[in-house]
């Protein structure tokens, strides 16, 4: 995929009326050892000039080392939360979907990114613009912040039924 910009033009869109209501860092594979001073200090100037700054899947890494997460809540792909806990001590990282921090926001990636983008259009827009989004999307609807990333082990296996109707019948529970 190709951009239109580059990280100049968008520095100098800063000071203009043409200047972004969010800026979002959409990042995959390697971004743990990844670094960019001049994107890094950008990201720091948009949100001293009031810009939402977020980040898709491993683009948390980058809003990260800006220190744009220092106390602040976010998440990170389930993956990867074990070493960025342990690189990154000031970010408050958990296991949602996503994150609305103040004007920070964070999600796992995958279809959490468009979980968060509907809260953003629902919050714009209106439930119903969020709403018809959704049917368009053939959604059943717009995941909240606090959900759990992955499914609980006897979702994705099954098992808990099984497990829960031996033990049931052996202590005599209905």
Request: net charge positive.
């Amino acid at each position: 995929m190709l951009t239109d910009s580059y990280l100049a033009m968008e520095r100098k869109c800063l000071f203009g009326t043409d200047r972004p209501s969010m800026a979002i860092v959409c990042a995959d594979l390697g971004m743990e050892e990844y670094s960019n001073r001049s994107l890094e200090a950008w990201l720091r100037e948009c949100r001293h000039r009031g810009i939402n700054v977020g980040a898709l899947g491993t683009g948390t890494y980058v809003l990260a080392r800006t220190g744009l997460l220092d106390n602040k809540r976010c998440t990170i792909h389930w993956e990867k939360l074990p070493g960025f806990a342990e690189r990154f001590i000031r970010p408050v990282a958990n296991s949602s979907i996503y994150e609305v921090d103040g004007k920070i926001w964070t999600c796992t990636g995958g279809s959490a990114s468009f979980d968060m983008m509907l809260h953003l259009i629902e919050r714009d827009f209106g439930e119903q613009t969020a709403a018809v989004i959704c049917e368009q999307a053939l959604v059943e609807r717009v995941r909240v912040p606090g959900e759990r990333q992955r499914l609980h082990l006897y979702l994705a296996t099954g098992y808990r039924t099984r497990l829960l109707s031996e033990r049931s019948s052996r202590w005599n529970c209905t």
